[in-house]
């Protein structure tokens, strides 16, 4: 046993509780008290794992710096054996024996991939995202894995920006709650079956310039606080362990090197005391901002109150002449020293640094039925029925089903971006899976058609590794229009391939391309019904599409089980409940379009179908998006009615109610929807803000009221200080099963 897990063990015999803040801040202190200068900051530095492989670990240059207690954390190395020897290394050989932090990018899941986040979001569903979070962090610590990059809660309006798909979309209440909910399901109690968190990337990194990645970002302070930031805080709130900071620039400084962001916000005004990383090497990237040599911007982040540095490698190089030069202090060093051993004690490492390094969980806990059915289950919920004409939808299994498209039958890329410990051998293309639902009593019919684009070049920029087959355009369309001619219905798989959205991934143009969409106009002319199922990481442009197509299932990327999850929804097992959580435009000219915005002083209003001339709208096109935020369509049909007030609400003002009801003939899921608008206030305040949902079940002519109870904290906002303010007055209360459509009562609050 080495020193500090002997300590460790000591100091759990004696202490009531190992998790209590005391026995950890006296841990921690006398472990510091023997620490070096070089040490402590070993312990500020995290390196990537890269392409180290198995057997090679004790030769790599990392575990020469972690046996030289020069590391504090690594990032992809991946399999757990790798874990073990690197750690191995820094706890049997380092002179004081402090294991690694090991992180990894667990966005959506890991062999078991979940849908991806902006899908996820779609679902509405909480306890789904809380427990898809739960089996990411165990399958991800069966690896040896016990850091995770998530949630990523940064606001988007921009769906040019690739990252919306590791987000939560664009409201800043639903992505507050889920980020929450994330962070529950990975941290538990800390547990072997845990991971530390990683909220990212504080902040606003999701509002860079033309939705172009790693652009510009400037904001005014009262967008900040009102829609930007309380997510973060939410996060804070919620114990994530750990925060990443952003590559961009919060009011001109990046937000690594940002005083005001890091220190005044996240550690002043939120109280939180974990520990913050910056993204990868953006120490050194804030050189190429401007801010000076990496001296000045390694001096910059930790007095900022950056603790950890990836990948920059300028802690490690910097810090311990800027301290003999009186730049930075021992003190800066130490908290950060102290916030990252402390989140070494949180995970259970000082008491067994292999604790997520058992062998036979590699075995039991992986890829198991129950994950994949919590993983097909969360599928199917957040797939967007954004159109069914004469109920096309579902289909049945019988007669001739054209089965179309370049993402019908591709293993690879249904998990969509960041799934960085997936198995796609393990995986069933679409085509597999409808084969195996309709089990004989249908016939499949299939066809690539078309290239996801015309010209290789793009089509290989675009898939980074996760390729498609290349097929001769004309060849394949006609072959395609062949069978479609045969059958009774056309399903279309189309869109994006995985790695078109994430990160790096902006596009100047989001709608289909034009071999598909080329494809999809000669296939809706045979005149047989055609079903567009849209694969995406973002809102996609579908103006064409909602005229001319029947039916539109929005289907993102659905993670390792999306096959399955897509027949269980086509042919009616289950019936669709998503609703969109970012507004889809109808051009890319409309961009940056969102729900909650404000009124102008010339607002056109909804429905005005021609051009007003000095009001607030284009020439060209009317300001309503095709499909609004919250918007879905299911089996059945909803109404909303009798939207009241009631004052026996607990704990609360008072509620907010209406009754609900199915007027069609299935079984459905209902995503309520309750907004709020602050009529008058000091500041202009958006025309509606999301402040509460519930996801409501509903048999055939059943009704159900709900309710939403209405707090202080509901109607108030944030100055440009980001004080919460509350305003008496008159308030519009609306409710809806999408942001459009909603019923609206109105009270004056004292
Ligand atoms: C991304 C982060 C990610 C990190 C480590 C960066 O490029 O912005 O989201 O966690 O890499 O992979």
Redesign the pocket.
Known sequence: MNKVTALAVALLATSPSFAQKESMDVFVSDLMSKMTVDEKIGQLNLLPGGDITTGAVLNSPLAKLAAEGKLGAV??VKGQEKVRDLQEQAVKKSRLGIPLLIGQ?VIHGNQTVFPIPLAQSCSWDLNAIEEGSRIAAKEATAQGINWV?SP?VDISVDPRWGRVAEGYGEDVFLTSRIGEAAIRGYQGNYGKENAMACV??FGLYGAVEAGRDYNTVDMSRTRMFNQYLPTYEAAAKAGAGSF?SS?NLVDFVPATCNKWLLDDILRKKWGYDNFVVT??GSINEAVVHGLGDVSVTTELALKAGTDMD?CSSAYIAQLKSLLESGRVTMADIDNACRRVLEAKYKLGLFDDPYRFCEPKRLKTDLYTAEHRKAARDMAAETFVLLKNETNLLPLKKQGKIALIGPLADNRSNMVGCWSTGDTPELYSTLREAMARAVDGKAQILFAQGCNIYADNATQQGATHGRPIDRVDDKAAKDEALKIAKKADVIVCAMGEMAEMSG?SSSRSDISLPDVQMDLLKALVATGKPVVLLNFSGRPTIMTWEAENVPAILNVWFGGSEAGDAICDVIFGDKTPSGHLTMTMPKALGQIPIYYNHHMTGRPVEAGVKEFRKFASNYIDIRNEPLFPFGYGLTYTTFAYDGIGIASDAKDALFSVRATLKNTGSREATEVVQFYIRDIAASIARPVKELKGFQRVTLAPGESREVSFAVTREMLSFFDAEGNSVFEPGEFEFMIGGNSRDVIRTTKTVE
């Open positions: 990032l992809n990018d990059y990523m990212k990337h990443m590559f993204d990868y990836m990160e």
